[in-house]
């Protein structure tokens, strides 16, 4: 007889706690629900190549600046502002011969 895992009630060494997770939370509990199951996730190489997610570092003073131009912008009409398009309209309007040294 196995021992059963405290957390899921699930003996050890039958399954894997993810392969359980998966089933339970996209198939189970989603045809409770009367919901579609869910599809699985994208890995690491089925994620579109056209962009990256990256982290940068931006001063709370800037990204203030940042934010009150998204508001303005949506204040405008412009529905679909967000930071990331507006760091985008900037890097295609930017002349890189203007600028200053020392940034």
């Known amino acids: 007889m196995s021992k059963l895992d405290e957390r899921g009630g699930t003996a050890h060494g ?3 706690h993810d392969d359980v997770d998966g089933v339970l939370t996209e198939s189970f509990y989603a045809a409770a629900r009367g919901a579609e199951p869910r599809p699985k996730r994208l890995g ?3 994620r ?3 962009y990256k997610v990256i982290c ?3 001063y709370n003073d800037d ?3 940042l ?3 998204v ?3 949506k204040r405008r009409g412009y529905t679909k502002a967000n930071r990331s398009a507006l760091i985008r309209h900037a890097l295609s309007v930017l002349d ?3 600028v200053p040294r020392g940034i």
């Open 44 to 46: 690491a190489n089925d």
């Open 63 to 65: 990204l203030h600046k």
């Open 48 to 50: 579109p190549a056209h």
């Open 71 to 73: 508001r303005e912008l």
């Open 96 to 98: 890189i011969n203007h």
């Open 67 to 69: 934010d009150d131009m």
């Open 56 to 58: 940068i570092s931006v």
């Open 14 to 16: 039958l399954f894997e």
